[in-house]
């Protein structure tokens, strides 16, 4: 979507690595957020970054899960000891006016 | 925390023809409802929303509206074309703080519209 993009558009890892995804929005949004979107499934929150505000933690699923945002703006999301389970599309998005956009996503894939 | 439903989660319909996908919510606290459209490996694309000071929304091809008394809203699509074909979600926010809260999401409809 205009205004995040997302980085890698794809990884592949080994179940027990750790892997870093990466959300880089556009200025002056007031908020960002990480979903998971499981194959064929909706959309599930993760964690959610509002100003200088503590974050909003209590969609990740367990604590391998952790995220932070630098300077007010690029984020990582960053996934310890990868299950199969964690398989899914991430996606970041953003505030925008008071209406919220999308990145396209990283494809993760844990063997 | 909100539960969003939406249905049905597959709709087929004929070029030309209309399709409506109907959402309803638990929190009464909810004041914005937006709808996405996701086409394969892109992420969800805003098509439009609603707040809660209004009850219809029409841009175009498609409009949205609400019942906050009944807490349901619906999407509406006249005149499908292929290219329409999705999968679309419905979601609700309360506000959080000073801006948007998280959205909710419903489950997805996958629409097909057969030329």
């Known amino acids: 979507g205009a205004g995040v993009s997302q980085s890698p558009s794809n990884k592949v890892t080994e179940k027990g690595k750790d892997v870093e995804l990466r959300c880089d929005p556009i200025s002056g949004h007031t908020a960002l957020y990480w979903y998971r979107q499981s194959l064929g499934q909706g959309l599930e929150f993760l964690i959610y970054?509002?100003?200088?505000?503590?974050?909003?933690k209590s969609g990740l699923p367990s604590d391998r899960f952790s995220a932070e945002r630098t300077g007010g703006s690029v984020s990582t999301l960053t996934i310890q000891r990868t299950q199969q389970e964690d398989s899914a599309v991430y996606l970041c998005?953003?505030?925008?006016?008071?209406?919220?956009?999308f990145g396209p996503g990283t494809r993760l894939t844990v063997l | 925390g909100e539960n969003v439903e939406q249905h049905p989660s597959t709709l087929s319909v004929q070029e030309g023809d209309s399709a409506v996908i109907k959402c309803t919510y638990s929190d009464s606290a909810s004041n914005y409802f937006p709808w996405y459209k996701q086409e394969l490996g892109k992420g969800p694309q805003l098509i439009i929303d609603i707040r809660s000071n209004v009850g219809e929304k029409k841009d175009q091809r498609i409009a949205v509206t609400l019942n906050k008394t009944a807490k349901h809203f619906s999407l509406h699509i006249t005149e499908t074309q292929p290219e329409d074909s999705a999968v679309y979600f419905c979601a609700a926010s309360r506000p959080g703080g000073s801006t948007l809260g998280r959205l909710y999401f419903g489950r997805g409809t996958q629409l097909t519209v057969w030329p």
């Open positions: 970054f509002q100003g200088n505000s503590a974050p909003d």
């Open positions: 998005a953003i505030t925008s006016y008071n209406e919220q956009f």
